[in-house]
């Protein structure tokens, strides 16, 4: 993902990360595009410099972040190109993994774990039909399908900490097998 540090770089980043997440993806790496010169924190670009290297300490909290350096005008041809030293990307980390975690012995549940780092509890809805449970997060809407394990049982509620959405399953005594 390439963004500009500062404040609407930072407010994209958040929003393309949970639409990524939602998807079941990670971002492998920020490239942080047009970053201002430390040398330059004192005088009238002081302020862009202390905006930009908070934005870059909070991005590095979560994600590796390479700095790309401001040629001071928009770069133009490969000579440009090869003067900003664009990293190459990495290897793709593959899916994130959306585990059940098995609570029926202490709480009777069964708990979906799904990661949404920047999701905003005022913008989630979530709508089970059937197999299938449609999670909408911000501008984005995904349809997943259900684990076998959860197809037999009734949503009995969710909730969103620290960006992971956890949804609670119930297991539906006329379709969960009994015990002796």
């Given amino acids: 993902m390439v963004a500009e540090p500062g404040p609407a770089g930072a407010d994209a980043l958040r929003t393309a990360a949970l639409g990524v997440a939602l998807r079941g993806l990670r971002l492998d790496a920020v490239v942080a595009n047009r970053v201002l010169p430390e040398s330059e ?3 009238w670009l002081a302020g862009p410099v202390a905006q930009q290297r908070k934005t870059l300490d909070e991005w590095r909290e979560e994600h ?11 770069p133009r041809g490969a000579d440009d190109l090869a003067a ?3 990293p190459a990307a990495p290897e793709p980390a593959g899916p994130v993994r959306w585990p059940v975690a098995d609570r029926i012995a202490a709480d009777g549940v069964l708990v979906w774990h799904l990661p949404l780092p920047g999701a905003r509890r ?3 809805d979530l709508v089970r039909r059937g197999d299938e449970l449609t999670v909408t997060a911000g501008p984005f809407r995904r349809v997943v399908p259900l684990p076998s394990a959860l197809r037999r049982c009734t949503v009995d509620g969710a909730a969103l900490r620290e960006g ?7 297991p539906d005594p006329e379709l969960w097998p009994r015990g002796r």
């Fill in 41 to 43: 924190a004192a005088g």
């Fill in 64 to 74: 590796t972040v390479h700095p790309v350096a401001h040629l001071g005008r928009d």
């Fill in 84 to 86: 900003l030293a664009v």
């Fill in 122 to 124: 005022d913008t989630l």
């Fill in 164 to 170: 992971e959405l956890r949804v609670r399953f119930r």
